[in-house]
């Protein structure tokens, strides 16, 4: 690869969503520089065609490749699930791929969970990659999984741990499907500011049931990949940017909600 430490890790979402994962690799890699690049113009990705999702992650991984990140995180489960191998072959050798699923599956191999939930998008679900990924290396595992559109835009509004937020994660939690799991993913990189909700609709259920966010996992994942190989950055940081293909204030005030301090958002349509 004809990467080194100096350069940038690069992010993106179709939204803010994947600033949650911008927080935890900061969290565990405070020297780092990202580029995080919010492709608002399009989101959500949950209900868009396969070919469609494609296409806008070729033309972000390129904007990506020409900043000269050495890696670049996937920070969307639905653009992760039918994506990933078409960035992992743009990139080539120019910049690492990392994608939201398969941290989280190695995480559900590793703790040998049976009795697994996905909740997702509408793509990540119809896509089966959560559970392809994790049959492929455990047939016994059951995978059991079910779409919850109206979670990442209700978060994306700002309803979160409030009355409106409670109604819509219990009706969810309460499908048939999800019954009787040890573990439950949170497919989605919006759902980690639902993350303690969840929790406490299994606490007053007395049920115990692991909560795996799956931008914990991954920014766990890549710094010890980063450590193996070289690529963390001891030296003086530098500037962190955060690119949107289309501004509105709102949304910028929404980005505190999911990236803990106050970021400037550039607007940069790259989209013709």
Same mark, same amino acid.
């Given at each position: 690869? =004809?990467? =080194?430490?100096? @350069?940038?890790?690069? *992010?993106?979402?179709?939204?803010?969503?994947?600033? !949650?994962?911008?927080?935890? *690799?900061?969290?565990?890699?405070?020297?780092?520089?990202?580029? +995080?690049?919010?492709?608002?113009?399009?989101?959500?990705?949950?209900?868009?065609?396969?070919?469609? $999702?494609?296409?806008?992650?070729? !033309?972000?991984? =390129? /904007?990506?490749?020409?900043?000269?990140?050495?890696?670049?995180?996937?920070?969307?489960? !639905?653009?992760?699930?039918?994506?990933?191998?078409?960035?992992?072959?743009?990139?080539?050798?120019?910049?690492?791929?990392?994608?939201?699923?398969?941290?989280?599956?190695?995480?559900?191999?590793?703790?040998?969970?049976?009795?697994?939930?996905?909740?997702?998008?509408?793509?990540?679900?119809?896509?089966?990659?959560?559970?392809?990924?994790?049959?492929?290396?455990?047939? !016994?595992?059951?995978?059991?999984?079910?779409?919850?559109?109206?979670?990442? #835009?209700?978060?994306?509004?700002?309803?979160?741990?409030?009355? $409106?937020?409670?109604?819509? $994660?219990?009706?969810?939690?309460?499908? #048939?499907? &999800?019954?009787?799991? %040890?573990?439950?993913?949170?497919?989605?990189?919006?759902?980690?500011?639902?993350?303690?909700?969840?929790? %406490?609709?299994?606490?007053?259920?007395?049920?115990?049931?692991?909560?795996?966010?799956?931008? %914990? $996992?991954?920014?766990?994942?890549?710094?010890?990949?980063?450590?193996?190989?070289? &690529?963390?950055?001891? %030296?003086?940081?530098?500037? =962190?940017? /955060? +690119?949107?293909?289309?501004?509105?204030?709102? /949304?910028?005030?929404?980005? @505190? &909600?999911?990236?803990?301090?106050?970021?400037?958002?550039?607007?940069?349509? *790259?989209?013709?």
């Amino acid at each position: 690869m =004809n990467t =080194n430490a100096q @350069q940038a890790i690069g *992010l993106f979402d179709s939204g803010i969503g994947g600033l !949650t994962v911008a927080n935890a *690799l900061i969290n565990q890699l405070p020297n780092e520089s990202l580029i +995080y690049f919010g492709d608002t113009a399009h989101l959500p990705y949950g209900d868009k065609s396969a070919d469609t $999702i494609r296409y806008f992650t070729k !033309t972000i991984g =390129n /904007f990506l490749l020409s900043k000269e990140c050495k890696i670049i995180v996937i920070a969307c489960n !639905t653009a992760s699930s039918v994506a990933y191998e078409m960035l992992q072959n743009l990139a080539g050798d120019k910049a690492h791929v990392f994608s939201v699923i398969e941290a989280v599956v190695d995480e559900i191999i590793r703790k040998k969970y049976k009795k697994v939930g996905v909740i997702g998008t509408l793509g990540t679900i119809n896509s089966n990659a959560y559970k392809t990924k994790i049959n492929a290396k455990d047939a !016994t595992v059951e995978v059991h999984q079910l779409a919850t559109p109206l979670l990442a #835009p209700m978060i994306e509004s700002g309803f979160v741990d409030g009355q $409106i937020s409670h109604l819509v $994660i219990e009706e969810y939690l309460n499908a #048939p499907e &999800l019954q009787d799991i %040890e573990t439950l993913i949170l497919a989605c990189t919006h759902y980690p500011l639902i993350k303690k909700e969840i929790e %406490e609709y299994y606490a007053k259920k007395n049920k115990k049931v692991d909560v795996l966010a799956t931008n %914990e $996992i991954v920014a766990i994942h890549i710094k010890k990949f980063m450590i193996e190989n070289g &690529l963390v950055n001891y %030296e003086k940081k530098g500037k =962190n940017s /955060f +690119y949107v293909s289309d501004y509105t204030e709102s /949304f910028e005030k929404t980005t @505190q &909600l999911f990236y803990k301090e106050s970021i400037d958002l550039i607007q940069m349509p *790259l989209f013709k």
